[in-house]
């Protein structure tokens, strides 16, 4: 059973960063896509940023491009989320997941197979 370990979030300012981690317990960051997602209250999840197995692909959901980074760091199987020039419409909780059946990325939260408990990001205006 994979399990993902979600850290990092908090209560921040307006402008501020975080950085998310998302630590699995087994060798399937290097192996297989990795997204980020959120969920706001009253919303719907949505794609936030994924990467590929191969590194090489990396996307963003529009609204956070040019200020949330995803990346992955295989040694220590854990894939992180930087979020700079945070905005309060950026809170929300945060999920990361794993997509074992397709080696491309998807936007649509149904396509991945298991998730982590979600960490609370907060930003304050």
């Known amino acids: ?7 990092g979030g908090g209560l921040v300012q307006a402008g501020g960063s975080l950085r998310l981690s998302c630590a699995a317990s087994e060798r399937i960051i290097s192996n297989y896509v990795m997204g980020w997602f959120r969920q ?3 919303k719907e999840r ?5 990467i590929t197995r191969s590194g090489t692909g990396i996307y963003s959901a529009d609204s956070v491009k040019g200020r949330f980074t995803i990346s992955r760091d ?11 020039s945070l905005k309060p419409e950026d809170t929300a909780v945060y999920y990361c997941a794993v ?6 990325y998807s936007t ?3 396509d991945y197979d298991y998730w ?3 960490t609370q990001v907060t930003v304050s205006s």
């Open 99 to 104: 997509r074992l059946r397709y080696s491309t």
């Open 40 to 42: 706001a209250p009253g």
């Open 46 to 50: 949505e794609f936030v940023a994924a």
């Open 1 to 7: 059973q994979v399990q993902l370990v979600e850290s």
């Open 74 to 84: 295989n040694a220590e199987n854990t894939v992180y989320l930087q979020m700079n």
């Open 108 to 110: 649509y939260s149904s």
């Open 116 to 118: 982590g408990q979600g």
